[in-house]
C-alpha cells in the first residue's frame, strides 16, 4: 500500500493495496475510503514504534472503537498478515497496527496517511 503517489481512482487504490491482498479488486476503493475516514476524523496522533509498528491515538468514544474494530476485521479478512490491537483505557483509545518485515511498505502507507512522515528506525 503506497498512497504517496498523486493518481486517483483504481492507480492510486491498486498502489495502496499489498499483492496478498485477496479483496476482491472491485471492493478495494471502498476500503481505501474506510482507513481514509478513521484515519482523517479519528486519528489524534501517530507513532512508528518500530520498523513493523504504528501506534495511533484515537479520538476515545464507542463510535470511533466500533469503526476500528469493524475495519480490524474486514481487513484481517483479505489481508491476514495484519495484527491489530486497539485498547481503550481511562479516557483514551489507540490502535496499534503490525505486520511483518515483508510488508513493512504497507505500514508505511498507513503511516503517511495518519499523517506521519518515514519509517521508524
Do not use: Y
Not at 81 to 96: K, N, Q, V
Request: glycine share 10%; with cysteine.
Amino acid at each position: 500500500m503506497d498512497p504517496d503517489q498523486s493518481d486517483t481512482g483504481s492507480s492510486r487504490t491498486a498502489a495502496w493495496v499489498p499483492d496478498a491482498c485477496t479483496l476482491p479488486t472491485a471492493e478495494r476503493p471502498l476500503r481505501v475510503a474506510q482507513f481514509d475516514a478513521l484515519l482523517a476524523g479519528a486519528v489524534r496522533g501517530a507513532e512508528r514504534t518500530g520498523p513493523t509498528r504504528l501506534r495511533l491515538e484515537l479520538t476515545p468514544g464507542a463510535g470511533v472503537a466500533r469503526r476500528a474494530a469493524e475495519l480490524m476485521t474486514a481487513e484481517t479478512s483479505c489481508c491476514s498478515f495484519f495484527t491489530f490491537t486497539l485498547t481503550a483505557t481511562a479516557g483514551a483509545l489507540a490502535l496499534e497496527v503490525g505486520v511483518p518485515a515483508p510488508q513493512a511498505g504497507v505500514l508505511d502507507g498507513l503511516a503517511r496517511r495518519a499523517g506521519i512522515a518515514g519509517s521508524a528506525a
